[in-house]
Protein backbone atom coordinates (compact mmCIF):
# COMPACT_ATOMS: atom_id res chain seq x y z
CA UNK A 1 0.00 0.00 0.00
CA UNK A 2 3.01 2.23 0.67
CA UNK A 3 4.31 1.59 -2.63
CA UNK A 4 0.71 2.59 -4.13
CA UNK A 5 0.41 5.65 -2.17
CA UNK A 6 4.06 6.74 -3.52
CA UNK A 7 2.82 6.20 -6.90
CA UNK A 8 -0.17 8.35 -6.47
CA UNK A 9 2.15 11.14 -5.11
CA UNK A 10 4.66 10.65 -8.13
CA UNK A 11 1.88 11.24 -10.51
CA UNK A 12 0.43 14.15 -8.66
CA UNK A 13 3.57 15.82 -8.54
CA UNK A 14 4.12 15.27 -12.11
CA UNK A 15 0.83 16.86 -13.51
CA UNK A 16 1.52 19.71 -11.32
CA UNK A 17 4.53 20.39 -12.64
CA UNK A 18 2.81 19.89 -16.08
CA UNK A 19 0.57 22.67 -15.30
CA UNK A 20 2.60 25.00 -13.61
CA UNK A 21 5.35 24.56 -16.49
CA UNK A 22 2.34 25.58 -19.28
CA UNK A 23 0.48 27.68 -16.52
CA UNK A 24 3.77 30.03 -17.08
CA UNK A 25 4.20 29.97 -20.98
CA UNK A 26 2.91 33.29 -22.47
CA UNK A 27 -0.86 33.76 -23.66
CA UNK A 28 -1.01 34.57 -27.24
CA UNK A 29 2.29 36.28 -26.78
CA UNK A 30 1.98 37.51 -23.78
CA UNK A 31 3.27 36.93 -20.48
CA UNK A 32 0.52 35.20 -18.23
CA UNK A 33 -1.00 38.15 -15.48
CA UNK A 34 -1.48 35.49 -12.42
CA UNK A 35 -3.58 37.12 -9.78
CA UNK A 36 -1.60 38.76 -7.20
CA UNK A 37 1.93 38.16 -8.80
CA UNK A 38 0.68 39.44 -12.06
CA UNK A 39 3.18 38.82 -15.11
CA UNK A 40 6.29 38.16 -12.83
CA UNK A 41 6.19 34.52 -12.42
CA UNK A 42 6.37 34.24 -16.24
CA UNK A 43 9.23 36.65 -16.42
CA UNK A 44 11.68 34.89 -14.06
CA UNK A 45 10.83 31.74 -15.66
CA UNK A 46 11.71 33.11 -18.95
CA UNK A 47 15.08 34.86 -17.63
CA UNK A 48 17.46 33.90 -19.52
CA UNK A 49 15.75 34.81 -23.21
CA UNK A 50 14.06 38.05 -21.82
CA UNK A 51 15.40 40.12 -25.19
CA UNK A 52 13.60 37.65 -27.12
CA UNK A 53 10.53 37.19 -25.01
CA UNK A 54 10.03 40.90 -24.81
CA UNK A 55 10.85 41.19 -28.81
CA UNK A 56 8.04 39.20 -29.03
CA UNK A 57 5.59 40.66 -27.13
CA UNK A 58 5.89 44.21 -28.45
CA UNK A 59 5.64 42.77 -32.38
CA UNK A 60 2.72 41.60 -30.93
CA UNK A 61 0.86 44.68 -29.02
CA UNK A 62 1.76 46.90 -31.50
CA UNK A 63 5.03 48.32 -30.12
CA UNK A 64 3.70 49.68 -26.21
CA UNK A 65 2.62 46.85 -23.75
CA UNK A 66 1.60 47.07 -20.10
CA UNK A 67 3.76 45.02 -17.74
CA UNK A 68 1.44 44.53 -14.40
CA UNK A 69 4.11 43.35 -11.35
CA UNK A 70 2.76 42.25 -8.33
CA UNK A 71 0.25 43.77 -5.97
CA UNK A 72 2.66 44.36 -3.36
CA UNK A 73 5.09 45.89 -5.31
CA UNK A 74 5.54 48.78 -7.77
CA UNK A 75 6.71 47.11 -10.71
CA UNK A 76 3.32 48.04 -13.03
CA UNK A 77 5.89 48.93 -16.45
CA UNK A 78 4.84 50.63 -19.75
CA UNK A 79 7.33 48.70 -22.42
CA UNK A 80 7.40 50.83 -25.54
CA UNK A 81 9.30 50.77 -28.44
CA UNK A 82 7.10 53.16 -30.46
CA UNK A 83 9.68 55.88 -32.12
CA UNK A 84 6.60 58.91 -31.16
CA UNK A 85 7.40 57.69 -27.50
CA UNK A 86 10.79 57.86 -27.57
CA UNK A 87 11.07 61.08 -29.10
CA UNK A 88 8.77 62.68 -26.75
CA UNK A 89 10.07 60.94 -23.64
CA UNK A 90 13.70 61.29 -24.57
CA UNK A 91 13.55 65.00 -26.34
CA UNK A 92 10.10 67.12 -26.87
CA UNK A 93 9.04 66.33 -22.71
CA UNK A 94 12.38 65.79 -21.32
CA UNK A 95 11.89 67.29 -18.21
CA UNK A 96 9.14 65.38 -17.30
CA UNK A 97 11.16 62.46 -17.93
CA UNK A 98 14.36 62.33 -15.52
CA UNK A 99 15.45 58.96 -14.40
CA UNK A 100 14.57 58.99 -11.58
CA UNK A 101 14.88 58.45 -8.09
CA UNK A 102 13.95 54.22 -8.39
CA UNK A 103 17.15 54.40 -10.98
CA UNK A 104 19.25 56.28 -8.47
CA UNK A 105 18.68 53.13 -6.11
CA UNK A 106 18.58 50.21 -8.20
CA UNK A 107 22.16 52.04 -9.83
CA UNK A 108 23.52 52.84 -6.51
CA UNK A 109 26.77 51.52 -7.07
CA UNK A 110 27.33 54.09 -9.85
CA UNK A 111 27.19 56.59 -6.59
CA UNK A 112 26.36 60.06 -8.46
CA UNK A 113 27.77 59.72 -11.62
CA UNK A 114 26.49 60.82 -14.77
CA UNK A 115 24.50 57.68 -15.33
CA UNK A 116 23.03 58.52 -12.43
CA UNK A 117 22.73 62.18 -12.15
CA UNK A 118 19.88 63.79 -12.93
CA UNK A 119 18.52 67.93 -13.66
CA UNK A 120 21.48 70.40 -12.53
CA UNK A 121 24.11 67.73 -11.49
CA UNK A 122 23.85 65.85 -14.72
CA UNK A 123 23.85 69.61 -16.40
CA UNK A 124 27.80 70.07 -14.67
CA UNK A 125 28.73 66.83 -15.22
CA UNK A 126 28.13 67.07 -18.75
CA UNK A 127 29.14 70.23 -19.49
CA UNK A 128 32.68 69.15 -17.58
CA UNK A 129 32.95 65.96 -19.37
CA UNK A 130 31.85 67.60 -22.86
CA UNK A 131 35.18 69.77 -22.20
CA UNK A 132 37.37 67.36 -22.18
CA UNK A 133 35.64 64.62 -24.86
CA UNK A 134 35.43 67.49 -27.61
CA UNK A 135 39.23 68.89 -26.56
CA UNK A 136 41.63 68.64 -29.44
CA UNK A 137 44.44 67.10 -27.20
CA UNK A 138 41.85 64.59 -25.56
CA UNK A 139 41.36 63.51 -29.28
CA UNK A 140 45.09 63.12 -30.30
CA UNK A 141 45.55 61.28 -27.00
CA UNK A 142 42.69 58.84 -27.88
CA UNK A 143 43.92 58.53 -31.70
CA UNK A 144 47.60 57.66 -30.19
CA UNK A 145 46.25 55.47 -27.26
CA UNK A 146 43.76 53.38 -29.78
CA UNK A 147 46.56 52.62 -32.02
CA UNK A 148 49.45 51.61 -29.54
CA UNK A 149 46.86 49.29 -27.89
CA UNK A 150 46.22 47.68 -31.00
CA UNK A 151 49.64 47.46 -32.33
CA UNK A 152 51.58 46.58 -28.97
CA UNK A 153 48.63 44.89 -27.16
CA UNK A 154 45.98 43.26 -29.53
CA UNK A 155 48.53 42.13 -32.50
CA UNK A 156 50.89 40.52 -30.59
CA UNK A 157 48.08 38.18 -28.68
CA UNK A 158 46.24 37.84 -32.16
CA UNK A 159 49.58 36.42 -33.34
CA UNK A 160 50.51 34.26 -30.67
CA UNK A 161 46.96 32.66 -31.00
CA UNK A 162 48.03 32.09 -34.49
CA UNK A 163 50.90 30.75 -33.96
CA UNK A 164 49.51 28.36 -31.66
CA UNK A 165 47.21 27.34 -33.10
CA UNK A 166 44.55 27.53 -29.73
CA UNK A 167 41.12 28.71 -29.61
CA UNK A 168 40.98 32.53 -27.79
CA UNK A 169 37.59 34.16 -26.28
CA UNK A 170 37.57 37.09 -28.91
CA UNK A 171 34.97 38.38 -26.14
CA UNK A 172 37.45 38.38 -23.58
CA UNK A 173 40.32 39.51 -25.57
CA UNK A 174 38.04 42.70 -26.40
CA UNK A 175 37.01 43.10 -23.28
CA UNK A 176 40.63 43.16 -22.46
CA UNK A 177 41.89 45.83 -24.82
CA UNK A 178 38.61 47.76 -23.91
CA UNK A 179 39.32 47.78 -20.38
CA UNK A 180 43.28 49.12 -21.08
CA UNK A 181 41.66 51.59 -23.39
CA UNK A 182 39.80 53.12 -21.08
CA UNK A 183 41.38 52.95 -18.51
CA UNK A 184 44.35 54.93 -20.01
CA UNK A 185 41.93 57.51 -21.52
CA UNK A 186 40.50 58.31 -18.17
CA UNK A 187 43.05 57.22 -15.49
CA UNK A 188 45.96 57.80 -17.21
CA UNK A 189 47.38 54.20 -16.46
CA UNK A 190 47.92 51.14 -18.24
CA UNK A 191 46.74 47.72 -16.48
CA UNK A 192 48.29 45.58 -18.87
CA UNK A 193 44.98 43.46 -19.27
CA UNK A 194 46.12 42.62 -22.79
CA UNK A 195 48.95 40.06 -22.95
CA UNK A 196 49.54 36.51 -23.82
CA UNK A 197 49.34 35.44 -20.66
CA UNK A 198 45.33 36.68 -20.10
CA UNK A 199 46.39 37.75 -16.47
CA UNK A 200 43.18 37.84 -13.72
CA UNK A 201 41.44 41.06 -14.32
CA UNK A 202 39.54 41.73 -10.71
CA UNK A 203 38.20 44.97 -11.62
CA UNK A 204 36.99 43.79 -15.11
CA UNK A 205 35.08 40.23 -12.91
CA UNK A 206 33.59 42.94 -10.88
CA UNK A 207 32.10 45.21 -13.28
CA UNK A 208 30.48 42.04 -14.78
CA UNK A 209 29.20 40.82 -11.43
CA UNK A 210 27.81 44.10 -10.62
CA UNK A 211 25.90 44.65 -13.81
CA UNK A 212 24.65 40.86 -13.23
CA UNK A 213 22.92 41.82 -10.19
CA UNK A 214 21.81 44.92 -11.10
CA UNK A 215 19.49 43.41 -13.72
CA UNK A 216 17.98 41.17 -11.22
CA UNK A 217 16.88 44.42 -9.69
CA UNK A 218 14.69 45.16 -12.60
CA UNK A 219 12.21 42.06 -12.18
CA UNK A 220 13.08 41.08 -8.41
CA UNK A 221 10.70 42.92 -5.74
CA UNK A 222 12.08 46.06 -4.05
CA UNK A 223 11.86 44.80 -1.04
CA UNK A 224 13.07 41.13 -1.81
CA UNK A 225 16.55 42.20 -3.29
CA UNK A 226 16.57 45.15 -0.35
CA UNK A 227 16.27 42.21 1.98
CA UNK A 228 19.50 40.27 0.59
CA UNK A 229 21.18 43.10 0.41
CA UNK A 230 20.63 43.64 4.37
CA UNK A 231 21.54 39.58 5.10
CA UNK A 232 24.46 39.82 2.63
CA UNK A 233 22.72 36.79 0.45
CA UNK A 234 22.47 35.91 -2.93
CA UNK A 235 23.05 38.31 -6.19
CA UNK A 236 23.59 41.17 -3.38
CA UNK A 237 26.36 39.31 -1.84
CA UNK A 238 28.04 39.67 -5.39
CA UNK A 239 27.28 43.32 -5.65
CA UNK A 240 28.57 43.88 -2.22
CA UNK A 241 32.09 41.74 -3.14
CA UNK A 242 32.20 43.52 -6.65
CA UNK A 243 31.74 47.50 -4.95
CA UNK A 244 34.36 47.30 -2.60
CA UNK A 245 36.71 45.79 -5.69
CA UNK A 246 35.82 48.71 -7.87
CA UNK A 247 36.25 51.52 -4.88
CA UNK A 248 39.92 49.69 -3.82
CA UNK A 249 41.17 49.91 -7.60
CA UNK A 250 39.78 53.22 -8.26
CA UNK A 251 40.72 54.81 -4.77
CA UNK A 252 44.56 53.47 -5.77
CA UNK A 253 44.21 54.90 -9.10
CA UNK A 254 43.18 58.66 -7.72
CA UNK A 255 45.91 58.36 -4.80
CA UNK A 256 48.04 57.34 -7.18
CA UNK A 257 47.24 60.39 -9.41
CA UNK A 258 47.44 63.25 -6.97
CA UNK A 259 50.37 61.84 -5.56
CA UNK A 260 52.27 62.25 -8.94
CA UNK A 261 50.77 65.33 -9.85
CA UNK A 262 52.33 66.57 -6.55
CA UNK A 263 56.00 65.61 -6.73
CA UNK A 264 56.64 66.14 -10.03
CA UNK A 265 55.60 69.85 -11.26
CA UNK A 266 56.73 69.46 -14.96
CA UNK A 267 54.22 66.16 -15.67
CA UNK A 268 51.38 69.28 -14.93
CA UNK A 269 52.13 69.53 -18.76
CA UNK A 270 49.11 67.44 -20.40
CA UNK A 271 50.65 67.59 -23.43
CA UNK A 272 53.91 65.66 -23.02
CA UNK A 273 51.82 63.18 -19.89
CA UNK A 274 48.53 62.83 -22.46
CA UNK A 275 45.42 64.06 -21.50
CA UNK A 276 43.62 61.76 -19.19
CA UNK A 277 40.16 62.41 -17.90
CA UNK A 278 41.67 62.39 -13.75
CA UNK A 279 44.16 64.53 -14.58
CA UNK A 280 41.71 66.93 -16.53
CA UNK A 281 39.41 66.92 -13.35
CA UNK A 282 42.47 67.82 -10.83
CA UNK A 283 43.89 70.63 -13.18
CA UNK A 284 40.75 71.75 -14.62
CA UNK A 285 38.01 70.91 -12.30
CA UNK A 286 37.90 73.51 -9.88
CA UNK A 287 37.44 76.51 -12.28
CA UNK A 288 35.00 74.77 -13.75
CA UNK A 289 33.12 75.04 -10.73
CA UNK A 290 33.67 71.08 -9.81
CA UNK A 291 34.16 69.71 -6.28
CA UNK A 292 36.73 66.77 -7.35
CA UNK A 293 36.56 65.36 -3.76
CA UNK A 294 37.75 61.38 -3.83
CA UNK A 295 33.67 60.57 -4.22
CA UNK A 296 32.88 62.82 -7.17
CA UNK A 297 36.41 61.45 -8.45
CA UNK A 298 35.35 57.86 -8.11
CA UNK A 299 31.97 57.91 -9.00
CA UNK A 300 32.89 59.63 -12.42
CA UNK A 301 35.68 57.25 -13.00
CA UNK A 302 33.51 54.22 -12.58
CA UNK A 303 30.73 55.59 -14.84
CA UNK A 304 33.12 56.00 -17.61
CA UNK A 305 34.91 53.20 -17.36
CA UNK A 306 31.68 50.99 -17.50
CA UNK A 307 30.61 52.87 -20.61
CA UNK A 308 34.11 52.57 -22.29
CA UNK A 309 34.90 49.22 -21.65
CA UNK A 310 31.63 47.27 -21.96
CA UNK A 311 29.92 49.52 -24.99
CA UNK A 312 32.37 49.37 -27.05
CA UNK A 313 33.80 45.57 -26.74
CA UNK A 314 30.26 44.28 -26.63
CA UNK A 315 29.68 45.84 -29.91
CA UNK A 316 32.89 44.53 -30.95
CA UNK A 317 32.02 40.91 -30.12
CA UNK A 318 28.44 40.87 -31.96
CA UNK A 319 30.21 42.51 -35.16
CA UNK A 320 32.90 40.48 -35.74
CA UNK A 321 30.48 37.51 -35.40
CA UNK A 322 28.13 39.08 -37.89
CA UNK A 323 30.70 39.45 -40.28
CA UNK A 324 32.09 35.67 -39.71
CA UNK A 325 28.65 35.01 -40.92
CA UNK A 326 27.63 36.93 -43.81
CA UNK A 327 30.68 36.44 -46.39
CA UNK A 328 29.15 39.21 -48.71
CA UNK A 329 29.75 41.33 -45.87
CA UNK A 330 32.81 40.30 -45.06
CA UNK A 331 34.03 40.72 -49.07
CA UNK A 332 33.08 44.13 -49.21
CA UNK A 333 34.78 45.31 -46.06
CA UNK A 334 37.99 43.65 -47.46
CA UNK A 335 37.52 45.63 -50.84
CA UNK A 336 36.88 48.60 -49.32
CA UNK A 337 39.85 48.35 -46.88
CA UNK A 338 41.72 48.25 -49.88
CA UNK A 339 40.44 51.13 -52.28
CA UNK A 340 42.05 52.80 -49.18
CA UNK A 341 45.31 51.65 -49.21
CA UNK A 342 48.35 52.58 -51.50
CA UNK A 343 48.50 49.85 -54.17
CA UNK A 344 51.99 48.89 -53.19
CA UNK A 345 50.66 48.06 -49.62
CA UNK A 346 47.75 46.47 -51.52
CA UNK A 347 47.79 42.22 -50.30
CA UNK A 348 50.36 42.77 -47.30
CA UNK A 349 50.08 42.94 -43.52
CA UNK A 350 49.60 46.69 -42.24
CA UNK A 351 47.67 48.33 -39.09
CA UNK A 352 45.28 51.57 -40.57
CA UNK A 353 45.66 55.38 -39.61
CA UNK A 354 42.68 57.36 -38.61
CA UNK A 355 42.45 59.37 -41.81
CA UNK A 356 42.39 55.92 -43.43
CA UNK A 357 39.75 54.84 -40.94
CA UNK A 358 37.51 57.66 -42.05
CA UNK A 359 37.32 57.14 -45.23
CA UNK A 360 35.44 53.26 -44.88
CA UNK A 361 31.82 54.07 -45.45
CA UNK A 362 30.42 50.96 -45.58
CA UNK A 363 32.62 49.41 -42.58
CA UNK A 364 30.77 52.72 -40.38
CA UNK A 365 27.02 51.21 -41.71
CA UNK A 366 28.12 47.63 -41.11
CA UNK A 367 29.38 49.01 -36.85
CA UNK A 368 25.77 50.55 -37.56
CA UNK A 369 23.76 48.15 -38.59
CA UNK A 370 25.45 45.35 -36.14
CA UNK A 371 24.64 47.96 -33.41
CA UNK A 372 20.98 48.21 -34.20
CA UNK A 373 20.49 44.57 -33.93
CA UNK A 374 23.39 44.26 -30.85
CA UNK A 375 22.82 47.11 -28.87
CA UNK A 376 25.43 47.05 -26.02
CA UNK A 377 23.04 48.59 -23.86
CA UNK A 378 19.50 46.34 -24.34
CA UNK A 379 17.52 48.35 -22.14
CA UNK A 380 16.65 51.69 -20.65
CA UNK A 381 13.81 53.03 -18.12
CA UNK A 382 12.74 56.55 -17.13
CA UNK A 383 9.69 57.97 -14.89
CA UNK A 384 7.77 60.63 -15.74
CA UNK A 385 7.52 63.33 -12.29
CA UNK A 386 4.21 63.70 -12.81
CA UNK A 387 1.25 62.68 -15.14
CA UNK A 388 1.49 62.58 -18.96
CA UNK A 389 0.13 61.21 -21.66
CA UNK A 390 2.61 59.56 -24.69
CA UNK A 391 2.06 59.85 -28.26
CA UNK A 392 0.65 56.33 -28.09
CA UNK A 393 -2.15 57.01 -26.40
CA UNK A 394 -1.04 55.38 -22.98
CA UNK A 395 -1.33 57.60 -19.75
CA UNK A 396 1.78 57.03 -17.36
CA UNK A 397 2.18 58.56 -13.88
CA UNK A 398 5.31 58.78 -11.47
CA UNK A 399 4.54 55.22 -9.92
CA UNK A 400 4.46 53.77 -13.58
CA UNK A 401 8.15 52.96 -15.02
CA UNK A 402 8.63 53.18 -18.43
CA UNK A 403 11.11 50.73 -20.01
CA UNK A 404 12.61 51.23 -24.13
CA UNK A 405 13.68 47.63 -25.54
CA UNK A 406 16.85 48.76 -27.95
CA UNK A 407 17.26 44.75 -28.69
CA UNK A 408 13.33 44.75 -29.70
CA UNK A 409 13.50 47.83 -31.69
CA UNK A 410 16.13 47.19 -33.96
CA UNK A 411 13.82 43.97 -34.39
CA UNK A 412 10.55 45.33 -35.69
CA UNK A 413 9.08 45.86 -39.19
CA UNK A 414 7.62 48.78 -38.29
CA UNK A 415 10.27 50.32 -37.84
CA UNK A 416 13.23 49.31 -40.26
CA UNK A 417 11.05 47.15 -43.03
CA UNK A 418 10.66 43.44 -43.23
CA UNK A 419 14.57 42.63 -43.54
CA UNK A 420 15.18 43.89 -40.17
CA UNK A 421 16.61 40.78 -38.81
CA UNK A 422 19.37 40.89 -41.96
CA UNK A 423 22.33 42.15 -41.68
CA UNK A 424 22.42 45.09 -43.87
CA UNK A 425 25.47 47.72 -43.52
CA UNK A 426 24.01 49.33 -47.25
CA UNK A 427 20.93 50.50 -45.11
CA UNK A 428 23.07 53.08 -43.62
CA UNK A 429 24.67 54.32 -46.71
CA UNK A 430 23.08 57.34 -49.37
CA UNK A 431 22.83 57.25 -52.92
CA UNK A 432 25.85 58.88 -52.98
CA UNK A 433 28.04 57.21 -51.22
CA UNK A 434 27.65 58.58 -47.77
CA UNK A 435 26.82 57.66 -44.37
CA UNK A 436 22.76 57.88 -44.22
CA UNK A 437 21.62 59.63 -41.07
CA UNK A 438 18.98 57.72 -38.90
CA UNK A 439 16.68 59.70 -36.09
CA UNK A 440 17.93 58.93 -32.75
CA UNK A 441 14.41 57.86 -31.43
CA UNK A 442 14.69 55.31 -34.23
CA UNK A 443 18.14 54.68 -33.60
CA UNK A 444 18.76 54.50 -29.71
CA UNK A 445 22.21 53.46 -29.42
CA UNK A 446 23.45 56.23 -28.47
CA UNK A 447 20.72 57.30 -26.68
CA UNK A 448 19.19 60.77 -27.78
CA UNK A 449 17.97 63.88 -26.81
CA UNK A 450 19.92 65.81 -24.51
CA UNK A 451 21.55 62.60 -23.22
CA UNK A 452 23.12 61.62 -26.47
CA UNK A 453 26.12 60.14 -25.20
CA UNK A 454 29.30 62.21 -25.46
CA UNK A 455 31.29 58.90 -26.24
CA UNK A 456 29.85 58.40 -29.66
CA UNK A 457 33.06 59.46 -31.65
CA UNK A 458 35.50 57.90 -29.08
CA UNK A 459 33.51 54.42 -29.39
CA UNK A 460 33.71 54.40 -33.32
CA UNK A 461 37.16 55.86 -33.56
CA UNK A 462 38.11 52.50 -31.77
CA UNK A 463 35.74 49.75 -33.03
CA UNK A 464 37.21 50.98 -36.34
CA UNK A 465 40.52 50.45 -35.45
CA UNK A 466 39.96 46.89 -33.92
CA UNK A 467 37.86 45.98 -36.99
CA UNK A 468 39.76 46.99 -39.95
CA UNK A 469 42.84 45.45 -38.08
CA UNK A 470 41.44 42.09 -37.70
CA UNK A 471 39.10 42.00 -41.08
CA UNK A 472 42.37 42.65 -43.23
CA UNK A 473 45.03 40.81 -41.44
CA UNK A 474 43.20 37.80 -40.37
CA UNK A 475 40.59 35.30 -40.69
CA UNK A 476 38.11 34.43 -37.56
CA UNK A 477 36.02 31.27 -38.00
CA UNK A 478 33.77 30.56 -35.01
CA UNK A 479 34.42 27.15 -33.43
CA UNK A 480 31.85 24.67 -34.64
CA UNK A 481 29.00 24.25 -31.90
CA UNK A 482 29.89 27.30 -29.74
CA UNK A 483 26.48 28.23 -28.79
CA UNK A 484 25.88 32.21 -29.46
CA UNK A 485 23.21 33.60 -27.37
CA UNK A 486 23.40 36.70 -25.94
CA UNK A 487 23.79 36.79 -21.58
CA UNK A 488 20.93 38.12 -19.29
CA UNK A 489 22.48 41.66 -17.99
CA UNK A 490 22.42 45.01 -18.88
CA UNK A 491 25.39 45.04 -21.01
CA UNK A 492 24.50 42.72 -23.93
CA UNK A 493 27.54 40.12 -23.85
CA UNK A 494 27.64 36.17 -25.08
CA UNK A 495 26.88 34.27 -22.72
CA UNK A 496 29.23 31.76 -23.33
CA UNK A 497 31.71 34.05 -24.67
CA UNK A 498 32.89 34.19 -28.87
CA UNK A 499 35.25 31.14 -29.27
CA UNK A 500 37.06 31.61 -32.04
CA UNK A 501 40.21 29.94 -34.21
CA UNK A 502 42.05 33.10 -35.79
CA UNK A 503 44.58 32.48 -38.59
CA UNK A 504 46.78 35.23 -40.65
CA UNK A 505 46.08 36.32 -43.98
CA UNK A 506 49.49 37.62 -44.69
CA UNK A 507 52.96 36.18 -43.68
Same mark, same amino acid.
Given at each position: MAIIGLGYIEIFLAILCFF???GLKDTKGYPRNWPIFGMLPGTLYYMQEIHERVTMTMRRSGGTFLFKGPLFAKMDMLATVDPANVHYIMSENFMNFPKGPKFREIFDVLGD??????????????KTARALITHQQFYMFLVKTSREKVEKGLI?????????????????LFQRFTFDTTCILVTGYDPGCVSIDFPDVPFSKAMDDAEEAILVRH???????RLQKWLGIGEEKKLIKAWETMDNVIGNYISKKRDKLLKIESELKLEDEGFDLLTFYLKEGQNMGVNCDDKFLRDTILNLMIAGRDTTSSALTW?????????????????????????? !????WRI?? %? @???? /??????? +??CDSLRLYPPVPFQHKEP?? !????????? %? @???? /??????? +?????ESIWGKDCLEFKPERWISERGTIKHEPSYKFLAFNAGPRTCLGKEVAFTQMKAVAATIIHNYQVQVVEGHPIKPNTSIILYMRYGFKVRISRRWP
Open positions: LFHGIFNADLDLWKIQRPVLDHVCHKGVIVDLQDVMPEAIWFIWLVTQNPQVEKKLREEINSVIPKE !EVGKFN %V @HELN /KLVYLHG +ALLK !EDILPSGHK %V @HPNL /KILFSLY +AMGRM
